[in-house]
C-alpha cells in the first residue's frame, strides 16, 4: 500500500478514516493499487454529502451502557459475521472451556445459557453438550445465531436485565461483556447470571482483559466464502487513556462482494478494562464464589458458583 501527500486520483472512493491527530483521509481503490489521500479541514467544515462525518462512517463507541449504540459489527456489517469469526476458530477455545464448566456426565442433558452470544460460534461446538439457550441484545446477530445453530433457542434480551424466570446448570458471558464499560453494568450482568444458575451450577465469565495483562496489540484475517464474497480484516488494540476503564478496538474491514466490488468499513469498540481484584468482588457481590483461572491464550477466565439461593439475589 502506498500514500501520496495530495493530488487527484482517479479510482473509487471506497472509505474514509480519521487519522491519529483529527485529520481524514480518504481510501480509493484502484488498478495502481490502494492510496489515502488527506481529506482537506475546508472539505470536512463544509460536511459535504459525499464526504461524510464520524457518526455516519462507523466511528462510534459502543458499550453496555444507557446511551451506546452498538457497533456497527453487530449491526449493517452483522451479515459478515461468519467470514470474521466462524465456528472453526472457537474449536480450541470450546475444548478449553468445557472442563472448566463443571458438570459432570448426567443421565440428562445439561443446560447451558449464554448471555450475548453473538453470531453463536462458540455456541456451536458447545450444542453437542448442553441444551443451549442463546440471548442477545442485537437481532441482526441473532440472526446470525439461528441460521448456524438452529435447533438451540434464541432469545432477544440485554444481559444487563434480562429474566427469564428459570435456572440453567450453566451460565456463560464470553467476551460479549467487554462492552460492559461501566462497573455498574459488569455488576448488572453478573446479576443476571448469579439468578439464572441453579444451586451447585456454574456461571463462567470471560473478559478479554484484564487490567493487569492488558497490552496493545493487532491482529489481521478473514475467510472467503463459496459465493465469492470474502473479508479481511485489520484490528488494532489500544488504550487511548490508561486512567480510566475502557480501551479501543479499531477494525477497518476490506468486503469483497459476490460481484468482485470491493469496500472498505471501519468500525470503532469501546470496550472495559477492569482489575482482576474488581472482577472477583462484583462476584462476591453477586453472590458467587469465584475464582480466576489462565487460559492457554494467557486470558482470565473467571468461574463462579452460587453461595445463595435466587431469591436471595433477585
Known sequence: ??????????????????????????????????????????????????????????????????EGAAPRLYEDLAPWWPLLSPPGEYEDEAADLLPRLGIAAESRPATLLELGAGGGSLAFHLK????????????????????LNPECEHLAGDMRSLRLGRQFDVVLIHDAITYATEPAAVRAALH???IHCRPGGTVAVLPDHVRETFAP??????????DGRGLRYLEWTWDPDPSDDTYTVDYAFLL??????????HDRHVEGLFARAQWLQWFA????????????WGRDVFIGTPRRSASQTE
Open 1 to 66: 500500500m502506498s500514500s501520496t501527500g495530495g493530488g487527484r486520483l482517479d479510482a473509487p472512493l471506497v472509505g474514509r478514516f480519521e487519522g491519529p491527530r483529527g485529520e481524514f483521509y480518504s481510501l480509493h481503490l484502484g488498478r495502481e493499487g490502494a492510496r489515502f489521500l488527506p481529506l482537506g479541514s475546508s472539505v470536512l467544515r463544509g460536511r459535504r454529502e459525499d464526504v461524510g462525518n464520524q457518526s455516519n462512517h462507523g466511528i462510534r463507541s459502543a458499550g453496555l451502557t444507557a
Open 128 to 147: 453437542r453438550h448442553f441444551r443451549l439457550t442463546l440471548t442477545d441484545k442485537a437481532p441482526a446477530m441473532l440472526a446470525v445465531s439461528r441460521e
Open 192 to 194: 443476571t447470571a448469579a
Open 217 to 226: 496489540e493487532t491482529d489481521h484475517g478473514g475467510h472467503d466464502a463459496p
Open 256 to 265: 469483497r462482494a459476490a460481484d468482485g466490488t470491493v469496500t472498505v468499513e
Open 285 to 296: 457481590d453477586a453472590g458467587l464464589s469465584a475464582r480466576s483461572e489462565a487460559d492457554p
